[in-house]
């Protein structure tokens, strides 16, 4: 017999498409992370905000609880339903709405990917700034619930910089219109801020108005071998100081074998321990000799071991994909996964700090380093040795987490840069917040979503 509270809802919304098959239950009911098992109720695939708005308010009036879906392409279980909850998946809410030439903004539903966000965008002359390797499963509804950041922060900024207006159904099933595109807006408490990296604890985003811009000026990508770690941010603090950067990322040996492994071509002919691919302005031959002079004052430095510049767009991308394609490399073996975050400043020294502690709790075992380090992010993937059950494994990594999340507080950073708290840092979220801070978030929350309805359970617990 149909659960009392689903048939309610299909009796006040006979048109909403809802899916119970077992296969749809696991497809919607995780993401990246898969470590818990699905478990949803089932998949509400509402086609209009009105269709949303009934379903809140539905679930208020049962007590159903809510996990908002995108591409749940997710690596902090923001997006898993493990726990009889109703996905409610935007995916068939996926158009873009419309275009504004004066503003230069687009308007879009949450469901749309990223990638045909910057395809729409291009179609106008324009780019939507924000990119990472997701691109084409993500959705921009779960780009602003985990207020995500990607290869080119350094330039532009995270999601958040780029959502002129927001419309929220929030939990407590009222439609709010946030901010309305506008760039002035000097009246109180910016609600449309804090619905973005509320990791849908707040409501759900049922429209997005997105910030578009120019072009960048026409660039190079530079893939750079590293004799040490410490050559990283020595190069960072020398080539930013001269030249125009979109991105700057690194790599270690150990991530560019498993990406290489994975069908990428070798760029270099050396070994290096760290590499760096970045990307910066090119559009002339001043820019293109600062550039050559940046290389070969870091290599007189001893900072720089060997480069290549990309003279062609595919070599461009064949550059890119060494670092883009790595968590794809990965995925195979289960990795636990860090995405931690400091003041730039602070980086060296952490970074020796962090080499010493994971060196000594994972003896034998992988770990590849990456990520935006132009930004002070570092993304920490332990891959899980084959003989390891996956629960001691994760158990095993917890311990070392809660020792690296120390270190962060220490260091006043951050354990979730860009990927959100969700399931997996949520015991780690009083190393990055203080007290008084996350009494404040559960008080807003209380606001927003007074039954505890909007993916209870993430970032933090609700008090029983
Ligand atoms: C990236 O920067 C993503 O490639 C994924 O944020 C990081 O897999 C990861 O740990
Ligand atoms: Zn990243």
Redesign the pocket.
């Known amino acids: 017999m149909e659960n009392q509270p689903l048939a309610a809802l299909r009796r006040q919304l006979p048109s909403l498409r809802l899916l119970d098959a077992a296969g749809d239950l696991e497809h919607y009911g995780r993401d990246w992370t898969r470590r818990w098992t699905p478990a949803p109720l089932a998949i509400a695939l509402p086609a209009s905000i009105d269709e949303v708005q009934t379903i809140v308010r539905w679930a208020n009036a049962e007590r159903v609880a809510l996990v908002p879906s995108g591409g749940r392409t997710g690596?902090s279980g923001g997006a898993v339903a493990a726990n009889g909850e109703l996905v409610v998946s935007l995916e068939r809410m996926n158009r873009v709405l419309g275009f504004d030439a004066i503003d230069r903004t687009l308007t879009v539903e949450p469901g749309i990917t990223l990638h045909a966000v910057h395809e729409a965008a291009r179609t106008h002359g324009l780019i939507y700034p924000v990119d990472?390797?997701a691109r084409g499963s993500c959705s921009i509804g779960g780009n602003i619930a985990t207020n995500a950041g990607?290869?080119r922060v350094i330039r532009y900024g995270n999601t958040r910089e780029w959502v002129a207006g927001l419309k929220l159904v929030a939990g407590n099933g009222e439609l709010l219109d946030l901010n309305r595109g506008l760039i002035k807006n000097s009246s109180g408490y910016d609600l449309r801020q804090l619905a973005i990296g509320a990791e849908g604890t707040l409501g759900i985003v049922v429209e997005a108005t997105l910030k578009l811009t120019d072009p960048p000026l026409p660039s190079q990508v530079m893939l750079l071998g590293l004799p040490n770690m410490d050559a990283l941010m020595c190069v960072f603090g020398l080539f930013r100081s001269r030249l125009a950067l979109q991105a700057f990322e690194f790599f270690t040996d150990i991530a560019l074998a498993h990406v290489l492994a994975h069908g990428a071509q070798r760029a270099l002919d050396g070994d290096h321990p760290y590499y760096v691919v970045t990307e910066y302005d090119a559009a002339d031959e001043r820019a293109e000799n600062a550039a050559l002079m940046a290389f070969e004052e870091a290599a007189e430095q001893g900072w720089i071991a060997d480069g290549v510049i990309a003279q062609s767009d595919a070599q461009a991308a064949a550059l890119w994909r060494l670092r883009?394609g790595?968590?794809e490399s990965?995925a195979k073996f289960q990795?636990y996964?860090n995405?931690v975050s400091m003041r730039i400043a602070v980086v060296p020294a952490f970074l020796h700090e962090m080499q010493a502690l994971l060196e000594r709790e994972y003896p034998g075992i992988e770990v590849v380093w990456?990520?935006?380090i132009g930004d002070g992010n570092l993304?920490i993937?332990v891959l899980k040795p084959a003989a390891a059950s996956s629960a001691d494994f994760v158990r095993q990594c917890e311990g070392v987490t809660h020792e690296l999340a120390e270190m962060l507080q220490r260091h006043g950073g951050s354990i979730s840069a860009?990927?959100g708290i969700g399931l997996v840092k949520k015991p780690y979220l009083d190393r990055t917040r203080s007290a008084a801070e996350i009494a404040l978030m559960r008080g807003v929350r209380r606001v927003f979503d007074p039954n505890g309805i909007m993916n209870p359970g993430k970032l933090f617990d609700d008090p029983a």
């Open positions: 690596l990472f390797a990607g290869i883009e790595i968590t990965l990795p996964k995405d990456f990520g935006h993304h993937n860009e990927h």
